[in-house]
């Protein structure tokens, strides 16, 4: 023991700090408190890669002037697609599975909130045998081969 010299320091060596870590706030904040020149910057475009599709429906809202709302299916449509599915004797649900749609959407026609789509229209009247369009509304559906 005679020999330890007590003037030696014997350093061991620190890992070097990955670079994600050095990018966290704390690093950050430490490298601020410390004095040491800390660089910023955004990179272009960063957060903006949402894309918002347009729709039909929304470009048609665009080309309205003064009123902005879609056209809602009317009172005696929905009153006409109600008596007929009553007169089959079906529930809403049984409509919406026999024309492969979603029960709210029959919902929504019946209550008159339905924005009208002339596919779902016609698979209704098709469903129901009543014309819900044109001028002769509410009259039975021609079966198909005769005019």
């Given at each position: 023991m005679a020999d330890s010299d007590w003037d030696t320091v014997t350093?061991?060596?620190?890992?070097?700090?990955?670079?994600?870590?050095?990018?966290?706030?704390?690093?950050v904040n430490k490298a601020r408190r410390a004095g040491a020149a800390v660089e910023t910057s955004t990179k272009f475009g960063a957060?903006?890669?949402?894309?918002?599709?347009?729709t039909l429906n929304t470009a048609r809202l665009d080309r309205e002037n003064e009123e902005l709302k879609h056209?809602?299916?009317t009172a005696d449509v929905s009153?006409?697609?109600?008596?007929g599915r009553q007169a089959k004797g079906w529930t809403q649900k049984d409509l919406?599975?026999?024309?492969?749609?979603?029960?709210?959407?029959?919902?929504?026609?019946?209550?008159?909130?339905?924005v009208p789509?002339?596919?779902?229209?016609?698979?209704?009247?098709?469903?129901?045998?009543?014309?819900l369009r044109g001028k002769d509304k509410g009259t039975p559906l021609a079966p198909r081969g005769s005019k």
């Open positions: 350093i061991l060596r620190k890992k070097p700090e990955k670079a994600s870590t050095l990018k966290t706030e704390q690093a957060a903006s890669n949402r894309r918002n599709p347009t056209s809602k299916v009153k006409l697609i109600m008596q919406a599975t026999n024309i492969n749609e979603k029960p709210q959407v029959i919902q929504e026609y019946e209550q008159g909130k339905g789509n002339q596919q779902i229209l016609g698979k209704i009247e098709r469903a129901i045998g009543i014309r």
